[in-house]
Each structure stands twice: as C-alpha cells, then as structure tokens.
C-alpha cells in the first residue's frame, strides 16, 4: 500500500490550485481508471483531490439547441437522461456500448475521456513502456499488439484509445470546456486529444492541472445515425473497432456525414477523408466502400493486427448502407 493524501476541494479553482502545487497528485472523479491503475501500481500519486461535487452533475438545453454535458455526469445517468436520448442518440447508444452497467454507474463524463489510452503492456509495470517511462521503449510493436492501433501510430506507442462515449462525441462535434490557472477556455475533441508521436505519455493537450468542467453538443446533425462496434466478446471489451456514424441525404446524395471510428488509433479517428470523398455524391454502397477504402489506404498494420483495415472498410460501409436503405 502507497500512502497517498486525499483532499476534496471546495470549487474548481482550489482543485486547480492544489494540483498546480503537486505534480504527483491527480484529479479523482469516478477512479474507474485511475484507482485501477493505482492499484497496478502504474499510477502512484502523492495526493488525490476529488473533483466530483465540482464538476457538474447535471444536462442542460443550450439556448442554440444543443446539450451541455457537467463534467460529473455519470455515464448511466448521461445514457438514460431523457434530454440525451432526444437530442444525441447516437451518444446514448455509444454509452451503453461501453464498459459494463456497474462501471458505468461510477465513470464519470470527465473521466471517460481522460481515461488513459494504453495497452497490455503500459499496466504492467515490470514491462517497459515509454507512455510510463518515455523512451524505455514500445515492447508491444514486437510483441502483442493484435488488438492495437493501425492508424496514426508512432514507433513510440501503439495503444489505442478505449473509449466509446469519445467516439461519439467526436462525430457530434463536442466541445470540451476547461478550467486551469489561465482561466477558463474551450477545445474541440480534436484539439483535446493527440497523435502518440514522440511523446506518447501524454495523451491530451491538457495541463497537468486542467479541468474538465462541461462537455458542450451543438444541435444534433440531421439524419439517420449508428454506433456500431465489433469486440471480442459481448459483455464489456474494447472495441476491436468501432463506427460512430451520421447520414443525411437528400434526392439520393448525401447531404452531410459524419463518421468516426474507436479502436483504431491513439485518439478518437475522425475519418475526414472519407467524408469529404462521400459529400455531394451518390449515397449508394459502392460510394460507401471507395470512401472507407480511401480512409484506411492511411493505414499502417502491423505484423498480428492487419484483420482490422478490412474489418474497418466492411463496418464503415455496412454502416452507411444501412443508413441509406433505412432513410
């Protein structure tokens, strides 16, 4: 047993503070990640400073029509809030996707997206890892990777991100609301989250002591949507990969698209490539797998995980047919 003080802040501003001052003490919402990691001893924090009174426990109607999300928002309560369901389904559908009823009752709306991108390897602390220790090496390029990244990796790091909720809130363009000694300010998913590049030990562009207080959903995009999600098992893996995806068309074309894939990268993947090639164009399924194609011809398997470029082609554009026959 590490000891560890444990402090729990009155406002965001002092949570900010305390953290400002320690650089070994972390955040503590739900600790569905991070107390597991605690107890691998991967995560060894000198004080926890529990920011899940702070937050914000509540979903709101924005005056745009949108949704504003409170950091603290249970993943279960966020899933069955009625306001979710109406306006984000694919969000609702994405949550249950994940994790299973029990950690979901716990993790919160925060601490799903600032759950640490990892691997196998990167929780056991007698392997090295450069995502713990940089530049003591990446032993899962050689080693076990089959369900590991194919897209945006680096010879430094070949985890991929976990969750599903992030996934959908990529393809809704979410917006993530921070507070940290600057001030407060405002960061799209993809500004928040980053590639592994040569620094694969951070997994955001967040300071040490920046918090997530709110995620805010600008209205909901028109059209058919799905979450999809090919995993190992039924009950609570990681997504060998995911689909989150939007499709509004319009005399037999498509008008807007979104698409979004989980389990495939360090991050969130916005496949921005192929939407651009399906914008305007036929809504048919031959369309749907030369844009799924052109989106994973980026993509870089490795020796035990090439199953997942022709995996993600099919689930993206069975997705979209789907969609089209359904609208």
Known sequence: MRPFRYERATDAATAVALLGHDRSARFLGGGTNLVDLMRLGVETPGMLV?????????????????????GAVPNSDLAAHPLVRERAPLLASALLHGASGQLRNRATTAGNLLQ??????????????????????????????????????????????????????????????VEGRAGTRTLSLDDLYRLPGTTPDRDTEL?????????????????????????????????????????????????????????????????????????????????????????LAQARPLRCNGHKVPLAEHLIAATLTDLAEAA
Request: with cysteine; glycine share 8%.
């Open 50 to 70: 529990d920011v899940r009174e702070l937050a914000g426990a509540d979903v709101t109607a924005t005056s745009a029509g949108g949704l504003a999300i409170g």
């Open 116 to 177: 640490r991108t990892r691997c196998a390897y990167f929780q056991d602390p007698t392997m090295p890892c450069n995502k713990r220790r940089p530049g003591s090496g990446c032993p899962a390029i050689e080693g076990e990777h089959r369900n590991l990244a194919i897209l945006g990796w680096s010879e430094h790091c070949v985890a991929t991100h976990p969750s599903d909720m992030a996934v959908a809130l990529a393809a809704l363009d979410a917006l993530v609301h």
């Open 207 to 295: 300071s040490h002591d920046d918090l997530i207080t709110a995620v805010e959903l600008p209205p909901a995009p028109a059209g058919a949507w799905r979450y999809a999600k090919v995993r190992e098992r039924a009950s609570f893996s990681f997504a060998v990969v995911a689909v989150a995806a939007v499709l509004e068309m319009a005399d037999g074309a498509v008008r807007d698209v979104r698409i979004a894939l989980g389990g495939v990268a360090h991050r969130p993947w916005r496949a921005r490539t192929a939407e651009q090639l399906l914008l305007g164009g036929s809504a048919t399924s031959e369309r749907f797998a030369e844009a799924a194609a052109a989106e």
